[in-house]
Structure formats: C-alpha cells, structure tokens
C-alpha cells in the first residue's frame, strides 16, 4: 500500500510491476467519505483462497483489501485487478 492510503504497488526485484487506485479503478461510489482509504491489506489461503478463485475465475494470489468506508474486496496480486466484493 503506498503512504497516501488509496494506491497499491507490486514490486519484483525493485522494479514496479503495476501501480492501482482500486477504488477509482472500479468506478465505485463515494460511501460515508468521499475520499475513501486502505486500512486493511491481508493475504488470501486455503478455503477462502479456492473460494475466490472459483468465484472470479482467476489464479491468485489474492490479496483483501478494506477500506474505511466498510468497503472491500479483492486484489489480483499478479495483475493488480481489484474485485469488489461489497460494503457493510
């Protein structure tokens, strides 16, 4: 997650593999705040994991992400690719 709480970076040995706004990327509403951010980044296994992959049809790894409107989802950690998932 980069320091302004809204962007999330993949690195491989020092070079940026992709750079996401996944709130923007996903053309999501403004829910409680208007300029949401990441709070939450956890990685993905097991049950969950197959659950995902089963789901959006992709691979993994995974990452969740939440956002301190109650928004979250997931991040396609190979391609940056965020899936929303819903809101409380």
């Known amino acids: ?3 302004d709480g809204r962007h999330i970076a993949a690195l491989k040995a020092g070079s940026l593999l992709w750079l996401r706004n996944p709130f923007v990327d996903q053309n999501l509403c ?3 705040t208007e300029r949401p951010i990441i709070v ?5 296994s097991g049950a969950r994991e197959g659950e995902i992959m089963k789901a959006w049809k992709r691979e993994g790894p995974f ?3 939440y956002f301190d409107t109650s928004q979250f989802g997931v991040v396609d950690t190979k391609t940056g690719d965020f899936l929303f998932e819903g809101q409380n």
């Open 1 to 3: 997650m980069e320091s």
């Open 30 to 32: 403004p829910y409680r």
């Open 40 to 44: 939450r980044v956890l990685p993905v």
């Open 63 to 65: 990452v969740e992400i």
